[in-house]
């Protein structure tokens, strides 16, 4: 099994992703597209998707991510998120890319799509990595 084949494992089987309902569009090095069908249950009181489901669906796009990069463990030590527009209907697709890599940190961008392909949500984040051992 490839790490890739287990990072999309390790992710899919998690009870979170599950109830979340998240889905892999691309999994590649360097390289992750996740969407997200919209759900009724999403909805804020302003009847548009809760700003804790973008950030939520941004930091696990960020960190496989940083999973792809070949880091086994990877934690979020910041993360911030500018809301851009509201989403009402339709699936939401989050995008992530790295700026800035040292021995023990990844600074990431992820940003978030609606159906339109408009920017609806930007975010950064620092995340904490470590290998166990060296990944193919």
């Not at 084949?5 to 599950?18: G, L, N």
């Not at 990069?69 to 939401?92: A, C, H």
Request: net charge negative; charged share 25%; proline share 1%.
């Amino acid at each position: 099994m490839t790490h890739l084949q287990r990072v999309r494992e390790e992710f899919e089987q998690s009870t979170y992703w599950k109830w979340f309902g998240m889905e892999v569009d691309t999994l590649e090095k360097e390289h992750v597209v996740l969407t997200l069908p919209y759900r009724e249950t999403f909805d804020n009181v302003r009847d548009s998707v809760h700003g804790g489901v973008y950030m939520s669906l941004l930091d696990t796009a960020m960190g496989m991510h940083c999973r792809t990069l070949g880091y086994d463990e990877v934690m979020t030590i910041d993360l911030s998120t500018n809301f851009l527009r509201p989403v009402v209907r339709g699936t939401l697709r989050a995008t992530a890319r790295t700026i800035h890599r040292t021995r023990s940190t990844v600074l990431v961008e992820g940003t978030l799509y609606n159906d339109e392909k408009e920017l609806v949500a930007f975010s950064t984040a620092t995340f904490r990595v470590y290998s166990h051992e060296k990944n193919d």
